[in-house]
Nanobody, 122 residues
């Protein structure tokens, strides 16, 4: 049973960097052919795929967020992380990590974290 848990600050100031970590249990983020994504859902809006990191550490990002987004991993801790720079209140959302990748094909993502609320406010 794969489980994912998001963690990080729930409040970030405008212009600063949003940093979240996803801790994975029950499966290795380095296992061949699996990928790991970050997805967010602003209040009143739909899901927005942000980016993905593959089992080999390769990354791909949403074009709309690529300039501000970085995904990294720590295989020794079985974790992958999200950094979103220069945040504004429009970045306020529930942030999810999930197993799966390649874009907005969320029905193909088999495991999700419970989500964590991040508010951008001064």
């Amino acid at each position: 049973q794969v489980q994912l848990q998001e963690s990080g600050p729930g409040l970030v100031k405008p212009s600063q960097t949003l940093s979240l970590t996803c801790t994975v249990s029950g499966g290795s983020i380095a296992t061949t052919n699996y990928a790991w994504s970050w997805i967010r859902q602003p209040p009143g809006k739909g899901l927005e795929w942000m980016g993905v990191i593959g089992y080999d550490g390769s990354t791909y990002y949403s074009p709309s967020l690529k300039s501000r987004t970085s995904i990294s991993r720590d295989t020794s801790k079985n974790q992958f992380s999200l950094q979103l720079t220069s945040v504004t209140p429009e970045d306020t959302a529930v942030y999810y990590c999930a197993r799966g990748g390649g874009g907005h094909y969320y029905w193909t993502y088999d495991y999700w974290g419970q989500g964590t609320q991040v508010t951008v406010s001064s």
